[in-house]
C-alpha cells in the first residue's frame, strides 16, 4: 500500500471513478498528485499489480448498477452531445466506459467535476501521464465537459 | 474473383431472395437492414454499434473466415511470447449478446442499383446501407522475385496474420547461431505504422537472449516512419543502435543517448543509404536493395499494399488502390448506400491502424443510424493511438485526436502538440507503456468484438 502513492502520477485516470467524491476531496488528490514523486524503481509487473490494486479500489467504492450487457446504454435517437466523442475512448477504457481490467480506469457513472478537473490537467500538463496528455491537448474544454457529462450519466457497471 | 455485377439478381427468384432474408428494409417501410462486408475490428465495431445505438436495426456480418485472427499484436508470435491460438477472436459475442447475424460466406455479387450481394453460397441479400471494410490486400509481385506462394512457403510476410505468422516464428527459432533476420519495410500508405519497426525489435530482444552474436537488419524504402524517433531511442538504450544524426534533433540535453563504437544487434537501413528493396533471390536467401545485396538467413518482407480484393471486386477503388468517400459519413464516392472505413478507405491524416479503423465504426454507425432516421449524420470525432513496444518492457505510442474539414473533405488532425512519448519520458513511463500496451490488447478486443 505505501508504494501506492509514489504511483499517483502516472495513472492515467486512477484517481477518477469514486461516485461519492465531492469536489474538495478531488481538489486534495489532485494537490497530492502534483507533488508525488515517480516510480521509477519499480518494475512492469510491480507497476501493473499497483495499478491492478488501485483501480479495484477505487471500483470497490462504487455502488454497482445493474443493468443487462445488452441493454442499449443510448436510446433511439440523435446522439446526445459528447457522446460520439465518448466513444473514442472506449478503445482501452471499454465500451460506454465501463470496462475495468488491468490498467485503464472505468469511466462509466464518473462524477463531472473529476473528469473535467483531471482531463484539464492532463491537458495542461499539470499531471503527468502516459499518453492522456496528449490525447486531452487534442480536446476543447466544451467537448471535455460533454464527455464528463456523458460519462457521469452512464451507469457504473464492471466487467471483471 | 469473378464478380458478376448487376445482373445476377436476374438468375435468382425472389423467392430465393425472400428465402434468403425476409424482407422488411425501408422498401417495405418496417425494418431497416445494415449489410457489412468484413468482420474485421471496422466490420464487428460497426456491427456492435449499430445494435447498441439502434436495436430496432437488424445488422448482418459477412465473413469469410468463421473465426477473427487480430493482427495487432500478432509480432508476439513471432518471439514466443503468446500462441497462434492466443490471436483468435470468436464471433459469438456479438452474436449471442448484440443480436448481429453473422453469415460465413464470400461475397461473389453486387448489385448497387437493386442494393443487393449475392454470396458463394448462393444466397442473396438486400440492404439498406452496406458497409465495407475489407482491410488490406497485400501486393506481394511488386517487389520482384516476390510472390504469394514464396511468401506462404519461404520468406513469409505475416502483415495478415495466419499461417505466415507461425513460419515465421518458427524460422526464427531454427536461425543459426550469428545469423541475420532481414526485416524489409513497407512503402507508405501500410497498415500499422510502427509495426515493421515494433516487429524487428522484439526479436532482437528475443535474439539477444536466445542468438546473442546475431544480428537483425531493417532495410527500408523511407527516410523515416512515425515513432521513429522515440524507437530509436529505445533502440538506442536496449540494442546498441546508434541514432542517426537527424534523429537526434529535438532530444533535450537531459536525455542521455548513448554512443557506441561498435554497431549493434539491430540497424536500420533508410532510402537515402540505399535501403529500397529491388528484388528478392530466395535460392540465396538474398535481396537486392539500391545499396547492395543482402544475405540473410531469415527474411520477413511487409510489401506494398492496397484496399482489401473485395472492395476492388466491387468497383469502390480509385486508381490508388484505396477507397474514395465522403468523409463525414464515408460513403463510397462511387456507389451510393455504400459506405467504406477502416485501412481499405481514405482518411488523410488518419493512419491505417485498428484504432483508427474502430473509431471510424463508430461514427458511420451513429451516421447510420441518423441517415435512416432521415436526420443529419452528426459531425464526427476520431481518435487514433499506435501503441507500440521497443521492448517486452518498453512501451511508446503516437496518439491523435481528428476532426473533419467537411468543405474541403478532409480528416486533420487536432493541434500541434507532441503526438509521442515524451523524450524525457522517466522509466516508469516507459514501463507504463508497455504496460497499457499489453492492456490495450485486451480492452480493444472486447470493444470491437465483445
Given at each position: 500500500?505505501?508504494?501506492?502513492?509514489?504511483?499517483?502520477?502516472?495513472?492515467?485516470?486512477?484517481?477518477?471513478?469514486?461516485?461519492?467524491?465531492?469536489?474538495?476531496?478531488?481538489?486534495?488528490?489532485?494537490?497530492?498528485?502534483?507533488?508525488?514523486?515517480?516510480?521509477?524503481?519499480?518494475?512492469?509487473?510491480?507497476?501493473?499489480?499497483?495499478?491492478?490494486?488501485?483501480?479495484?479500489?477505487?471500483?470497490?467504492?462504487?455502488?454497482?448498477?445493474?443493468?443487462?450487457?445488452?441493454?442499449?446504454?443510448?436510446?433511439?435517437?440523435?446522439?446526445?452531445?459528447?457522446?460520439?466523442?465518448?466513444?473514442?475512448?472506449?478503445?482501452?477504457?471499454?465500451?460506454?466506459?465501463?470496462?475495468?481490467?488491468?490498467?485503464?480506469?472505468?469511466?462509466?457513472?464518473?462524477?463531472?467535476?473529476?473528469?473535467?478537473?483531471?482531463?484539464?490537467?492532463?491537458?495542461?500538463?499539470?499531471?503527468?501521464?502516459?499518453?492522456?496528455?496528449?490525447?486531452?491537448?487534442?480536446?476543447?474544454?466544451?467537448?471535455?465537459?460533454?464527455?464528463?457529462?456523458?460519462?457521469?450519466?452512464?451507469?457504473?457497471?464492471?466487467?471483471? | 474473383m469473378?464478380l458478376s455485377r448487376r445482373n445476377f439478381l436476374?438468375?435468382?427468384?425472389?423467392?430465393?431472395?425472400?428465402?434468403?432474408?425476409?424482407?422488411?428494409?425501408a422498401?417495405?417501410?418496417?425494418?431497416?437492414h445494415v449489410v457489412i462486408i468484413g468482420?474485421?475490428?471496422?466490420?464487428?465495431?460497426?456491427?456492435?454499434?449499430?445494435?447498441?445505438?439502434?436495436?430496432?436495426?437488424?445488422?448482418?456480418?459477412i465473413?469469410?473466415?468463421?473465426?477473427?485472427?487480430?493482427?495487432?499484436?500478432?509480432?508476439?508470435?513471432?518471439?514466443?511470447?503468446?500462441?497462434?491460438?492466443?490471436?483468435?477472436?470468436?464471433?459469438?459475442?456479438?452474436?449471442?449478446?448484440?443480436?448481429?447475424?453473422?453469415?460465413?460466406?464470400?461475397v461473389t455479387g453486387f448489385d448497387p442499383d437493386k442494393r443487393s450481394v449475392k454470396?458463394?453460397?448462393?444466397?442473396?441479400v438486400r440492404y439498406d446501407k452496406l458497409v465495407v471494410s475489407p482491410?488490406?490486400?497485400?501486393?506481394?509481385?511488386?517487389?520482384?522475385?516476390?510472390?504469394?506462394?514464396?511468401?506462404?512457403?519461404?520468406?513469409?510476410?505475416?502483415?495478415?496474420?495466419?499461417?505466415?505468422?507461425?513460419?515465421?516464428?518458427?524460422?526464427?527459432?531454427?536461425?543459426?547461431?550469428?545469423?541475420?533476420?532481414?526485416?524489409?519495410?513497407?512503402?507508405?500508405?501500410?497498415?500499422?505504422?510502427?509495426?515493421?519497426?515494433?516487429?524487428?525489435?522484439?526479436?532482437?530482444?528475443?535474439?539477444?537472449?536466445?542468438?546473442?552474436?546475431?544480428?537483425?537488419?531493417?532495410?527500408?524504402?523511407?527516410?523515416?516512419?512515425?515513432?521513429?524517433?522515440?524507437?530509436?531511442?529505445?533502440?538506442?538504450?536496449?540494442?546498441?543502435?546508434?541514432?542517426?544524426?537527424?534523429?537526434?534533433?529535438?532530444?533535450?540535453?537531459?536525455?542521455?543517448?548513448?554512443?557506441?563504437?561498435?554497431?549493434?544487434?539491430?540497424?536500420?537501413?533508410?532510402?537515402?543509404?540505399?535501403?529500397?528493396?529491388?528484388?528478392?533471390?530466395?535460392?540465396?536467401?538474398?535481396?537486392?536493395?539500391?545499396?547492395?545485396?543482402?544475405?540473410?538467413?531469415?527474411?520477413?518482407?511487409?510489401?506494398?499494399?492496397?484496399a482489401g480484393k473485395i472492395a476492388k471486386a466491387m468497383g469502390l477503388t480509385d486508381d490508388?488502390g484505396w477507397c474514395p468517400n465522403n468523409r463525414k459519413t464515408f460513403e463510397s464516392t462511387l456507389h451510393p448506400h455504400v459506405h467504406v472505413i477502416g485501412?481499405a478507405c481514405h482518411?488523410?491524416?488518419?493512419?491505417?491502424?485498428?484504432?483508427?479503423?474502430?473509431?471510424?465504426?463508430?461514427?458511420l454507425?451513429?451516421a447510420l443510424?441518423?441517415l435512416?432516421?432521415?436526420?443529419?449524420?452528426?459531425?464526427?470525432?476520431?481518435?487514433?493511438?499506435?501503441?507500440?513496444?521497443?521492448?517486452?518492457?518498453?512501451?511508446?505510442?503516437?496518439?491523435?485526436?481528428?476532426?473533419?474539414?467537411?468543405?474541403?473533405n478532409?480528416?486533420?488532425?487536432?493541434?500541434?502538440?507532441?503526438?509521442?512519448?515524451?523524450?524525457?519520458?522517466?522509466?516508469?513511463?516507459?514501463?507504463?507503456?508497455?504496460?497499457?500496451?499489453?492492456?490495450?490488447?485486451?480492452?480493444?478486443?472486447?470493444?470491437?468484438?465483445?
Open positions: 500500500m505505501k508504494l501506492q502513492y509514489t504511483l499517483w502520477p502516472l495513472l492515467l485516470l486512477a484517481l477518477l471513478g469514486n461516485a461519492q467524491a465531492d469536489g474538495k476531496k478531488v481538489l486534495e488528490k489532485v494537490e497530492k498528485t502534483a507533488k508525488a514523486p515517480v516510480a521509477d524503481s519499480l518494475s512492469k509487473d510491480e507497476l501493473r499489480e499497483m495499478i491492478r490494486e488501485l483501480i479495484q479500489e477505487e471500483i470497490a467504492n462504487v455502488q454497482p448498477v445493474n443493468t443487462a450487457p445488452a441493454q442499449p446504454l443510448t436510446p433511439v435517437s440523435a446522439a446526445k452531445a459528447g457522446e460520439l466523442m465518448a466513444h473514442t475512448c472506449a478503445g482501452c477504457h471499454g465500451t460506454n466506459g465501463t470496462l475495468a481490467n488491468e490498467a485503464f480506469m472505468p469511466l462509466a457513472g464518473m462524477p463531472e467535476q473529476e473528469f473535467v478537473q483531471t482531463m484539464l490537467d492532463f491537458r495542461d500538463d499539470q499531471r503527468q501521464s502516459t499518453l492522456m496528455g496528449t490525447v486531452a491537448n487534442g480536446l476543447s474544454e466544451t467537448q471535455i465537459r460533454e464527455m464528463a457529462s456523458y460519462f457521469a450519466q452512464v451507469p457504473m457497471e464492471v466487467s471483471p | 469473378n436476374g438468375l435468382l427468384g425472389a423467392t430465393a431472395l425472400a428465402g434468403a432474408f425476409p424482407l422488411r428494409s422498401f417495405a417501410g418496417a425494418q431497416a468482420g474485421g475490428v471496422g466490420g464487428a465495431t460497426t456491427a456492435k454499434y449499430l445494435r447498441m445505438f439502434d436495436p430496432n436495426l437488424k445488422v448482418t456480418v465473413e469469410k473466415n468463421p473465426v477473427y485472427i487480430r493482427p495487432y499484436g500478432s509480432s508476439e508470435v513471432v518471439t514466443g511470447h503468446i500462441s497462434m491460438d492466443e490471436l483468435n477472436v470468436s464471433y459469438e459475442a456479438l452474436k449471442s449478446r448484440y443480436g448481429v447475424n453473422v453469415i460465413i460466406d464470400e454470396l458463394k453460397g448462393g444466397r442473396g482491410g488490406i490486400e497485400l501486393l506481394y509481385d511488386k517487389l520482384a522475385g516476390y510472390s504469394q506462394a514464396i511468401a506462404e512457403s519461404k520468406v513469409p510476410s505475416g502483415w495478415i496474420p495466419g499461417a505466415q505468422t507461425a513460419l515465421l516464428a518458427e524460422q526464427l527459432k531454427a536461425m543459426p547461431q550469428g545469423g541475420t533476420f532481414l526485416m524489409v519495410a513497407p512503402p507508405n500508405p501500410y497498415r500499422c505504422p510502427p509495426g515493421p519497426y515494433e516487429r524487428p525489435a522484439l526479436v532482437a530482444e528475443w535474439l539477444q537472449k536466445h542468438n546473442p552474436t546475431a544480428k537483425v537488419i531493417i532495410t527500408d524504402p523511407k527516410d523515416k516512419f512515425v515513432t521513429d524517433q522515440t524507437m530509436m531511442l529505445g533502440w538506442n538504450r536496449l540494442y546498441d543502435f546508434t541514432i542517426p544524426k537527424p534523429f537526434l534533433e529535438g532530444i533535450p540535453a537531459s536525455v542521455e543517448v548513448k554512443q557506441y563504437s561498435q554497431p549493434g544487434i539491430l540497424e536500420w537501413i533508410p532510402a537515402k543509404d540505399g535501403g529500397t528493396p529491388v528484388s528478392l533471390d530466395v535460392a540465396n536467401k538474398t535481396l537486392k536493395t539500391e545499396g547492395g545485396d543482402i544475405k540473410a538467413d531469415v527474411i520477413n518482407i511487409v510489401p506494398a499494399m492496397r490508388k485501412d482518411a488523410d491524416a488518419m493512419p491505417k491502424s485498428g484504432f483508427s479503423a474502430n473509431t471510424q465504426a463508430k461514427s454507425a451513429r443510424v441518423e435512416l432516421a432521415e436526420r443529419d449524420a452528426p459531425v464526427p470525432v476520431w481518435e487514433n493511438t499506435c501503441y507500440a513496444l521497443a521492448g517486452s518492457d518498453y512501451g511508446l505510442y503516437v496518439a491523435d485526436v481528428f476532426e473533419l474539414d467537411e468543405a474541403a478532409k480528416i486533420n488532425r487536432v493541434g500541434k502538440f507532441n503526438r509521442y512519448l515524451r523524450l524525457d519520458a522517466t522509466p516508469a513511463q516507459i514501463r507504463m507503456g508497455a504496460v497499457y500496451q499489453q492492456a490495450w490488447l485486451k480492452s480493444f478486443t472486447e470493444d470491437c468484438f465483445a
